[in-house]
């Protein structure tokens, strides 16, 4: 053969290589990154924000709305844990429409609901209504906005995945500084604005101004394109080769002509096989059966309740020193040092300053038996939600940290055991924002091995952090008006055994079994 034929023969090779169809992995990798993910990031934040202040922005307003809404310390704990009642119950319906319709759609019709939610709960005068309100919120937030990762994630390669997730995250989770911002900028303040013929104080103010982010959320969620793996998913290769090459050019400052991916390989079929109930039951059944398999497989079984546990702990602590540490520092900052000192030689307990009786709003009912169902008008000292934005902003970038530095065992060990005992200060909600880091990062790691097993794990242990945080804010509260001391005392109990709990943590299941297969092979 020729020099010029075999020359003729590698072109043609090359070619064909190039117009073969190819799958959504090697797509998605020829579009690179730049651009287009950064646009793509700023515009699903207020999306993703959406989520932590309608779970956060609740706990700001228990002091102020404490009169207004007729709120008891339990009825403040039902109120901060009915969002995530709301996530809890409803989560396993969405993973059954999921799969028929577009996340765009899904953000879209969640954010509608959640900004006409947040904009009527600001002139809600009922505490059963304002309930009803979180309940709804809370269906929304742990349904479509709780894919926004999901989401996110479908624009980028595997190579890019792990650093983007480690910045993503961080964003979000800025989420959380703001809320308390906020309030430190407009509850302390005695306003009162006629909107309607509705009195608007301060506290609802700034709930209206909480409801920013779902407005400018669904602005941005009209303009995000659909996901390229959706597209591909549905059969429409057009859509999806041309949303790839807009990517590309986008990151890559090149001609859309010469993206190198000619044609996708999809599915020609964009109808369902089944009917959507039909498939929805088999996926139930898919479902219970990775759970049954989960519970039951000794390879599993010890690690995922192990982790499952520190993940019950770590968020029950998290969330309810998170929503309740505002509140009961203006309960403190309310004690009446005078009536306190002109009778008593000794410095008072917290449990004691906790007491509604000795704060200078319950001088008024102490002649009153009844004083659990009076409400307390409470002096909101700005100093206090200024601690909290510093608390927040610390806990945000404490937790970006560890998942630097966590890149060991005894690391995470240290950091685990470090963070949950230390109930005394404020840095309480810092270090337990870095424990729920450093187990969502250390549990995944038994089962990776089983991609199926990985995402029936990763699902139980999200239900399992709501779950904590509802039963921790109720049990909270209602010790809190019961007996204070059994409130922070079994609590510190609770958290001292997940601390030592983590020296014995379980060695992930991947290893174990390698290290197994390799022992047998010696034997053999």
Request: charged share 15%; with cysteine.
């Amino acid at each position: 053969m020729l020099a010029s034929d075999r020359d003729h023969d590698k072109i043609a090779t090359k070619t064909d290589n190039v117009n073969e169809p190819a799958d959504f992995d090697k797509a998605i990798s020829a579009t690179g990154y730049g651009l287009f993910n950064v646009l793509l990031l700023l515009a699903v934040l207020p999306i993703a924000w959406t989520a932590v202040f309608d779970t956060t922005s609740g706990a700001f307003i228990l002091a102020s709305a404490e009169c207004d809404l007729e709120l008891t310390f339990f009825r403040k704990g039902v109120l901060v844990a009915f969002p995530y009642i709301g996530m809890t119950t409803t989560s396993f319906i969405w993973d059954y429409i999921t799969p028929y319709t577009s996340m765009k759609t899904l953000f879209m019709l969640a954010l509608v609901g959640d900004s006409i939610l947040n904009i009527v709960s600001t002139g809600v005068q009922s505490y059963y209504i304002f309930l009803l309100v979180k309940f709804v919120s809370g269906i929304f937030i742990g349904g479509p906005l709780a894919m926004v990762m999901t989401y996110l994630t479908e624009f980028h390669s595997a190579r890019y995945k792990p650093r983007f997730a480690t910045w993503t995250g961080f964003l979000f989770s800025v989420a959380n500084i703001i809320p308390a911002a906020l309030g430190f900028s407009i509850l302390p303040m005695d306003w009162h604005v006629d909107i309607l013929g509705q009195d608007y104080n301060s506290w609802r103010i700034y709930l209206l101004i909480c409801s920013i982010p779902p407005v400018v959320g669904l602005v941005t969620a009209t303009m995000l394109p659909e996901s390229p793996k959706y597209l591909m998913a549905i059969g429409r290769s057009d859509a999806a080769l041309k949303l790839l090459r807009r990517m590309y050019c986008m990151n890559t400052r090149q001609p859309p002509d010469t993206f190198p991916i000619k044609a996708l390989l999809v599915r020609q079929k964009t109808q369902l096989p089944r009917p959507v109930l039909e498939a929805s039951l088999e996926r139930m059944r898919v479902s219970l059966y990775n759970t049954k398999l989960l519970l039951t497989t000794t390879a599993y079984l010890p690690a995922f309740c192990f982790v499952s546990f520190l993940q019950f702990g770590s968020m029950l602590g998290f969330n309810v020193m998170r929503l309740w540490v505002p509140h009961l520092f203006i309960i403190l900052n309310n004690f009446d040092w005078e009536n306190w000192t002109s009778s008593n030689e000794r410095q008072p307990t917290m449990c004691e300053m906790l007491d509604c009786r000795a704060t200078l709003p319950g001088r008024r009912y102490l002649n009153y038996s009844n004083v659990d169902d009076m409400c307390f008008r409470w002096t909101i000292n700005p100093v206090i939600y200024q601690n909290s934005t510093i608390i927040a902003s610390s806990a945000v970038l404490f937790s970006f940290l560890t998942g630097f530095i966590t890149t060991t065992k005894l690391r995470k060990q240290i950091i685990n055991a470090r963070g949950l005992p230390d109930i005394g200060g404020k840095q309480f909600r810092n270090k337990l924002g870095a424990v729920s880091a450093v187990h969502a990062d250390a549990g995944g790691g038994g089962y990776r091995d089983d991609k199926n097993s990985g995402t029936t794990s990763a699902s139980i242990l999200t239900i399992t952090g709501n779950i904590a945080a509802i039963v921790g804010n109720l049990i909270f509260s209602a010790l809190l008006g019961i007996e204070c001391v059994a409130a922070f005392l079994g609590f510190g109990c609770f958290f001292s055994v997940c601390c030592c709990g983590i020296l014995f943590f379980p060695q992930p299941a991947k290893e174990s079994s390698t290290k197994f297969a390799e022992a047998s092979t010696s034997k053999a």
